[in-house]
């Protein structure tokens, strides 16, 4: 069946580095795209959306890249701080005759080092 | 505030018992959903519901039942048919007027079994 996976399970970075997520899609009639950060014990926080008419879009320290043609979605955060350490996913929705669906990956865990 | 309230945030099972797991929310959105959530896993969903009265199953329906009298609530029964509960529940609504709207979370009920 169709599926959304993230290639690096854990990933480290210096504080105010740079850090990149990836997540990989594999259903061509996803037309939207959701980044969630879950913090422990907590339930998943929206972050930034995209929908599959888009490449790019921004918010604020967040950007999100859409390569359609490689079913590839990345979550870029500038500047990483502490507070950034969560597990980080991806959810693609597909429009279905009982309504919006959404489909997450595993997860992503990023730590922040000091 | 507006938000997705879950109660209670733990929750115990003996055998051959049914529980309930609450989900209110004040956001006034018509569709909710409940996931399933186990360690090291993304999200699965088990119920859904676009409007009053109405729902559909998800992907792991089986041993769970719902029920959805009210707009602000969707209620969630672990059943003893269902043999491996252990998890943490997550409830979540969205706004139905636009189409491409995020779902937003509550922050979980986790079920343990005594």
């Known amino acids: 069946g169709e599926s959304v996976g993230l290639h690096l399970p854990t990933l480290s970075v210096q504080e105010g580095d740079n850090s990149i997520i990836n997540c990989a899609y594999s259903n061509s009639a996803s037309d939207y795209f959701i980044w969630y950060k879950q913090e422990s014990g907590k339930g998943p926080q929206f972050i930034i959306d995209i929908r599959s008419n888009m490449d790019k879009r921004q918010g604020q320290r967040v950007t999100v890249l859409l390569n359609k043609t490689v079913k590839h979605l990345s979550l870029q955060i500038a500047a990483t701080q502490p507070g950034d350490s969560a597990v980080y996913f991806c959810a693609e929705n597909i429009l279905t005759g009982g309504g919006n669906k959404l489909t997450f990956g595993t997860g992503t865990q990023l730590k922040v080092e000091l | 505030d507006g938000g997705i309230t879950q109660s209670p945030k733990y929750l115990f099972r003996k055998e051959g018992q049914n529980v309930t797991l609450s989900c209110e929310q004040n956001?006034?959105?018509?569709?909710m959903y409940w996931y399933r959530q186990d360690p090291g896993q993304g999200l699965r969903l088990i119920y859904y519901?676009?409007?009053?009265?109405?729902?559909q199953k998800g992907d792991i329906a089986e041993g769970y039942s719902v029920s959805r009298e009210k707009k602000e609530s969707f209620p969630l029964t672990v059943t003893s048919a269902q043999k491996n509960p252990t998890a943490f529940y997550l409830c979540?609504?969205?706004?139905?007027?636009?189409?491409?709207?995020?779902?937003?979370f509550g922050d979980g009920t986790r079920l343990s079994i005594l």
């Open positions: 979540a609504s969205r706004e139905t007027e636009k189409v491409y709207q995020p779902q937003h």
């Open positions: 956001l006034n959105h018509d569709a």
């Open positions: 519901s676009q409007i009053v009265n109405d729902f």
